[in-house]
């Protein structure tokens, strides 16, 4: 087991193809994706594809298999540079994660690639402990974080999940229209 303390947690990965990402209400961002083996060579291909396609999407800070049309538990996450991070642990390719502990709730707003014309405020813990995967090592991976990378992280497993953030929200009075589209 490795607890994430600062930058990078990328493996070695091979070469990312750039994938279409879907868009509600597609099937697959409904539905429980299925764990998924973090050594086997098609998992590891995604983990790369996840982050080739979150790096060419302008203000993604994450990207789940769902998004990109596939059910499995893997997702990729950077909060580097955001205005709203605190605490950035690098570029992360999890598989399987899950929240071993959560607490502070605050509500925050949230936008997504797969929701593209709206935002919603949703409650999420502001400090989070994740638990999960590294693709390619198989390692056991800990982070622990807050504030919007915590909100990312839990954004991203709600994916795998089967979870919109609009899923999330208190009500219609909840949701806005995107004013800005980056």
């Known amino acids: 087991m490795t ?9 070695e990965l091979p070469g990312g193809r750039v994938l279409p990402v879907v868009r509600a209400p ?3 961002l409904s539905a429980p994706s299925p ?4 050594l086997d060579p098609d998992v590891v291909q995604l983990a790369a594809d996840l982050l080739a396609t979150q790096r060419v999407s302008p203000g993604c800070v994450g990207l789940a298999a769902p998004q990109v ?12 540079g ?3 991070a605190r605490t950035v642990h690098g570029t992360v390719v999890l598989a399987n994660a899950r929240v071993a502990e959560a607490s502070r709730w605050e509500r925050g707003r949230e936008g997504c690639m797969s929701v593209p014309d709206l935002t919603g405020d949703v409650k999420r813990a502001g400090r989070l402990v994740v638990v999960g995967r ?3 090592t198989g390692e056991e991976l800990v982070v ?8 990312a992280y839990q954004h991203e497993i709600d994916h795998c999940a089967g979870l919109l953030f609009l899923d999330r929200v208190a009500g219609a009075h909840a949701l806005h229209q995107r004013k800005t589209y980056l």
Not at 3 to 11: N, V, Y
Not at 69 to 80: I, K, R
């Open 82 to 84: 955001h205005p709203k």
């Open 144 to 151: 622990d974080t807050d504030a919007f990378e915590a909100r």
């Open 134 to 136: 590294v693709p390619g």
């Open 3 to 11: 607890s994430a303390t600062s930058g990078s947690l990328l493996p």
């Open 35 to 38: 764990e998924v083996d973090p």
């Open 69 to 80: 049309g596939v059910a499995a538990q893997l997702f990729s996450l950077d909060v580097t």
């Open 26 to 28: 597609a099937a697959v």
